[in-house]
C-alpha cells in the first residue's frame, strides 16, 4: 500500500499528476497537498473531489507542524514534489518568496521524510521535479543532458538549482532515496493564465495585444503536460534511485515561430481572417537575465525507461486551444478570482 503525497497538486502540472495517479492506481492513496496560493486551483480537480482514494490538504511546507501531522496521519510513504513558485518575472520582483517555498519548503519536506523513513527506507521514494533552466542559456547548438552543470541565470532558476542540491545532499548525507526529473517548458489544459500560451490564448480571445519580449527569437523545448505527468509516472515506478532524467518534448520553438502558429491555429478556430490575431503582436521590452535558448536531451528517459511525447507540438497545441476555447467558464473563473471560493465550497469545514 503507497500513499503518496503530492505537493502543489492544485496548479497545472501537479493536477495532472494526482488525477492520472489517483485514477491509474485505485490501491494508492492520493494525498494533495497545496497551499492554494494563487495559481492553485481545486477547479483542476473537481472531477475527482469524491474519488475514495483522494484527500486533499491545504498545507504550505513552510508549515513544520503541520507536515508533521500529515506525514503521521496518513503514513506517508512517497513523495512527488512540485509544490514551487515558478515564474520567472515573479521572481526578478520578489525572490525571497521563491527561496522560502522552493528551498526551505523543499527542505521542510525533506526532513519530515528523513524522520518518518528513517526506521525503514526501503520502498520510500522522495522524488524532486525540478526545470530545465537550472542549466542556465545554451548557445545556438547543443543539448541539456543529466550531466550538463549548473548554471541558473534568474532568482527562480538559482531557488531551483538549490533545492535540487539539497535533495542529492540529503540523499548522500541520510541515505534518502530519491530521483530527480528536470523538464522543459509545459503547456496544456488547466494552464494558468500568465504563462505565454495561455497568456495569449485568453488575450486573442479577448482581443487585447500578445507582448512578445525583445526580439522573440529566444527558444525553448515544449512538452505537452500529459506527457509530463505520464513522464513522472514512468520515473515514479521504473526511475533508478539516485538518478536525475531530463524530460522534454524533442522539439525547440522561437518564440515569435510559436506565436505565429498559435494566432494561426485560433484564426482557424474562431474563424476569423488570416493574420487577425497575429496583427496582435506587440514587441516589449526584454525583460533581466532572459536565457536565449533551452533544449533538453530526453534520450535518457527514453532509451532506460521506455518514454517519450506522444503528441507533436502542432497536435498538443490545437488541443490545448480546444480546450481553453471549451471552458471559457474555467478561464473566467481564473481571470475573475472566482476559482478561490470552491475550496470554501467544497472544503468549508476542514480549516
Not at 119 to 133: K, P
Request: charge should be negative.
Amino acid at each position: 500500500m503507497k500513499n503518496i503525497i503530492i505537493t502543489g497538486g492544485a496548479g497545472f502540472i501537479g493536477s495532472q499528476v494526482v488525477r492520472l495517479f489517483v485514477t491509474k492506481y485505485p490501491a494508492y492513496k492520493i494525498i494533495n497537498l497545496d497551499a492554494l496560493t494563487y495559481a492553485g486551483n481545486l477547479e483542476n480537480l473537481s472531477d475527482i473531489d469524491n474519488a475514495p482514494n483522494y484527500i486533499f490538504e491545504k498545507i504550505n511546507i513552510l508549515d513544520v507542524e503541520e507536515l508533521e501531522r500529515v506525514f503521521m496521519e496518513h503514513e506517508v510513504t512517497d513523495v512527488i514534489h512540485l509544490a514551487a513558485e515558478s515564474h520567472v518575472d515573479r521572481s526578478i520582483e520578489s525572490p525571497l518568496d521563491f527561496v522560502y517555498t522552493n528551498v526551505v519548503g523543499t527542505v521542510n519536506l525533506l526532513n519530515a521524510a528523513k524522520k518518518h523513513w528513517a526506521a525503514d527506507l526501503d520502498q520510500r521514494l522522495f522524488y524532486h521535479v525540478s526545470t530545465d533552466e537550472v542549466y542556465g542559456a545554451l548557445g545556438s547548438t547543443g543539448f541539456f543532458t543529466e550531466d550538463t552543470p549548473y548554471h541558473p541565470n534568474s532568482p527562480y532558476s538559482a531557488s531551483k538549482a538549490s533545492s535540487d542540491h539539497f535533495v542529492r545532499a540529503y540523499g548522500e548525507t541520510y541515505h534518502l532515496p530519491f530521483v530527480i526529473s528536470n523538464c522543459s517548458n509545459n503547456y496544456g489544459p488547466y494552464h494558468f493564465p500568465e504563462k505565454l500560451i495561455p497568456l495569449f490564448i485568453n488575450n486573442i480571445i479577448t482581443k487585447k495585444p500578445l507582448p512578445v519580449y525583445g526580439d522573440g527569437l529566444y527558444t525553448r523545448d515544449w512538452l505537452y503536460v500529459k506527457d509530463h505527468a505520464i513522464a513522472i509516472d514512468t520515473v515514479f515506478h521504473k526511475g533508478v534511485v539516485g538518478e536525475t532524467y531530463n524530460i522534454g518534448g524533442f522539439n525547440e520553438w522561437k518564440n515569435i515561430d510559436l506565436v505565429k502558429l498559435l494566432c494561426k491555429q485560433m484564426d482557424e478556430k474562431l474563424g476569423n481572417s488570416p493574420g487577425t490575431s497575429e496583427a496582435l503582436i506587440t514587441y516589449i521590452k526584454d525583460r533581466p537575465g532572459h536565457d536565449r535558448r533551452y533544449a533538453i536531451d530526453a534520450t535518457k528517459i527514453n532509451k532506460e525507461l521506455g518514454w517519450k511525447p506522444s503528441v507533436t507540438f502542432e497536435q498538443g497545441l490545437s488541443e490545448t486551444i480546444d480546450w481553453f476555447l471549451d471552458n471559457k467558464e474555467w478561464l473566467n473563473h481564473v481571470t475573475s478570482g472566482a476559482y478561490k471560493e470552491y475550496y470554501t465550497k467544497m472544503y468549508s469545514g476542514q480549516d
